[in-house]
């Protein structure tokens, strides 16, 4: 489950250069924040209390943890087991939250009406991740509760440029999991993978780069621009 070195040698923003963006769709885990340690130790201690092999829980960056725990739970086990998890992470997201390199001038860069958070976490984790992390978030975010399927479907997306009034295809999904960049694509919008959690060569993004901190946005009267910071 532990995060990867080798994609910070990754920057290439050409597919971006020289085009404009309504609208900026954020993942938050991996993307935004890094909850890694938190959740892993979640992670870890559930598997030993539902007696489940901790390896049949890794690798499970951007899936719902509703999704996981369906996938090696018995059906009548899956409600109290995911009410367990996600108390669990609530619990650990009280502190060890750190706001990744470049979120906070991304967050500031776009206008308001231009950006959203677009989560697998329920409601009640989004909520303790963004208050361990004291980020200063925009006001729509769409949670895997909004939705009827969460990543990899591309109904996150979808919803999120539906709030934000905008065409997915003139959206720019920024996501650091497989799962998540499957779903941006799905939605019809472009992708901008970022972060240390897998090797980009397991990204399938149309740009990527190391953090946030190697991307400026910038937002002019056609729209949202990006480019090497």
Do not use: N
């Amino acid at each position: 489950m532990g995060p990867v070195d080798s994609p910070a040698a990754r920057l290439d923003l050409g597919a971006l250069i020289g085009r404009h963006f309504d609208a900026v769709l954020f993942d938050m885990d991996g993307t935004l924040i890094d909850s890694h340690a938190v959740s892993e130790a979640a992670w870890l201690v559930w598997a030993a209390e539902h007696d489940v092999d901790v390896a049949r829980v890794s690798g499970i960056a951007g899936r719902p943890a509703a999704e996981v725990v369906r996938d090696v739970m018995a059906a009548d086990r899956v409600t109290a087991a995911v009410a367990r998890i996600e108390q669990l992470e609530i619990d650990a997201s009280q502190e060890g939250i750190e706001v990744l390199a470049g979120t906070a001038r991304a967050l500031g860069d776009i206008p308001a009406e231009r950006i959203a958070i677009v989560t697998s976490c329920t409601r009640a984790l989004l909520a303790a991740r963004l208050a361990g992390s004291r980020l200063r978030h925009p006001e729509q975010i769409v949670t895997v509760d909004d939705v009827e399927h969460g990543k990899p479907a591309p109904d996150p997306f979808l919803e999120g440029a539906r709030r934000l009034g905008f065409d997915p295809a003139r959206c720019l999904v920024v996501e650091d999991a497989p799962s998540g960049l499957t779903a941006g694509r799905a939605a019809g919008c472009t992708t901008l993978a970022v972060g240390h959690t897998q090797h980009y060569s397991d990204l399938d993004a149309d740009a990527w780069a190391p953090d946030l901190e190697h991307v400026r946005f910038t937002a002019r009267a056609e729209g949202i621009v990006v480019s090497p910071a």
